[in-house]
């Protein structure tokens, strides 16, 4: 059996999960910067390195979301994350007020035709669409935040709990995605005590919805601790367990997941080829929305997340659906063979990273001495920006990521199916994916 290691068995540590004060302190600091980042992004320079918005959500957060909450924390994120936050104290009556309360809201439930992740995984296209133009303009950037800050409030008002972090958040369902090969999770201790359990205090308080005897896997849960923090029998655990434990079981899974997972490749492929690779002409439309050279672009996007790559993936898994003595519909067996796809993406999504933050993050400080490009000098560096070098160590960590991702999704598909021959195909999926992205990130 896989060893655990129960954090709420620390007497500290469960007092610390308990409390909501630490974790609202958190989202009020993050609540603020996000608020700060709208402000800058719409006040400050024009230009993107000397602009808070544009360095800080995507050199900082983004490459902290990638290189330590979702490797180290799963959906940690998620636990601090400032967007449902003011629909939430609406919903509930109150700031520190638990789920439940007589608040402000319809509560309707979310139409059973829109749920999945199918949404998300249209959100992270239009992401790859139209990036290279956000990436690029602090006010797009603001403009974007302030319409999912709004987004998130008025379906706060229409629906139950967090309608849109279920439903419509691209980064919910990146982070719910590779959270499955995260080491954090919350499970139920005794599953007898839960189904003895009448009132279901716990998916009361649950602003995801979830019932923490049903979880199978990390991708649902945002590790808001209410369900801890209610529970009458002190029946809830948050572990730590070794990486990618929700993978190559025989848990259900979802077409939707699979969706999910080949958008994500998609779009590791799509932003190395245009921020990385050396076609200038190919980044040249990516930032010329609405030109000729623009929808081209956009088409071979689409393409490439809509048809080859799904394609691929497809006759992927029918030969090794036809090479298995129990043969399960199509269907069945792309949603099965998902799991494949988390760490392949996870550790592309690494690479992809690694390859921009050394580069970039000597703009961070800098833009923190002058976050609106106004000629401030807060903390004495707004004069010390540069432009890092990719070094020998980097492309080495790249490739070590790739491999990593290759081995592990080579792992999962082999626990997931009867014999090596029928992981086959799969593992050759894996190998060219990772070619890609060697040739895009390395050359």
């Known amino acids: 059996m896989t060893t655990r290691l129960d954090l709420t068995r620390s007497p500290r540590a ?71 936050m003011p629909g939430e104290w609406l919903q509930n009556g109150g700031i520190l007020q638990p789920r439940g309360r007589a608040g402000i809201g319809l509560g309707k439930r979310w139409p059973k035709f829109l749920r999945g992740t199918w949404m998300q995984a249209g959100g992270f296209l239009l992401i790859g669409l139209f990036g290279a133009l956000t990436l690029t303009s602090a006010k797009i950037t603001a ?60 998916y ?18 945002g590790l808001c601790m209410e369900c801890l923090r209610v529970c009458p029998s002190d029946n809830i655990a948050v572990n730590l367990r070794p990486w990618g434990s929700d993978l190559g079981s025989k848990t259900k899974h979802r077409l939707d997941e699979a969706f999910l997972g080949l958008v994500m490749l998609a779009s590791a492929l ?5 921020f990385l690779g050396p076609w200038g002409e190919l980044k040249s439309a990516a930032y010329s929305i609405g030109s000729p050279d623009w929808f081209l672009f956009a088409g071979v996007f689409l393409v490439t ?21 129990a043969r399960a519909s199509l269907r069945k067996s792309l949603a099965h063979y998902s799991q494949v796809l988390v760490p392949l993406g996870l550790m592309a999504w690494i690479a992809f990273t690694i390859s921009f933050a050394f580069v970039k993050f000597g703009y961070v400080l800098p833009v923190v001495s ?11 560096h707004s004069k ?12 080495i960590l790249q490739v070590a990521m790739l491999m990593v991702g290759l081995f592990w999704s080579s792992r999962v ?17 894996s190998g060219l994916f990772t070619l890609t992205m060697l040739w895009l990130l390395v050359g």
């Not at 379906?155 to 691209?170: D, K, M, T």
């Not at 799509?270 to 245009?274: E, F, L």
């Not at 997340?305 to 659906?321: C, D, I, Q």
């Open 14 to 84: 469960l007092a610390l999960l308990r409390s909501r004060w630490p974790q609202f302190l958190l989202r009020a600091i993050t609540l603020a910067g996000f608020i700060f980042t709208i402000l800058a992004g719409l006040m400050g320079s024009v230009v993107g390195s000397h602009n808070f918005a544009i360095i800080f959500v995507w050199i900082a957060w983004w490459t902290a979301l990638k290189l330590v909450f979702i490797p180290f924390g799963g959906r940690s994120w998620c636990s601090i994350c400032p967007i449902p």
């Open 143 to 202: 403009i974007v935040l302030l319409f999912i800050l709004v987004l998130a409030l008025v379906l706060s008002l229409v629906f139950e709990r967090r309608s849109f972090c279920n439903y419509l958040c691209p980064i919910g369902g990146f982070t719910g995605l590779y959270a499955q090969a995260g080491p954090v999770e919350l499970r139920v201790k005794d599953a007898d005590i839960c189904a003895a359990h009448s009132e279901k205090t716990c």
């Open 204 to 221: 009361t308080a649950c602003p995801w919805g979830q019932y923490p005897l049903a979880l199978k896997s990390s991708a649902n849960c």
């Open 270 to 274: 799509v932003d190395s080829a245009v």
């Open 305 to 325: 997340a809509l048809g080859v790559l799904p394609g691929l993936y497809t006759f992927s898994t029918w030969v090794a659906n036809r090479l298995g003595s």
């Open 370 to 380: 002058d976050p609106l490009g106004w000629g401030w000098n807060l903390i004495g």
């Open 384 to 395: 010390t920006a540069g432009v890092g070098e990719a070094t020998s160590f980097s492309l």
């Open 413 to 429: 598909a082999r626990r997931i199916s009867e014999t090596i021959r029928q992981a086959a195909p799969l593992i050759a999926f």
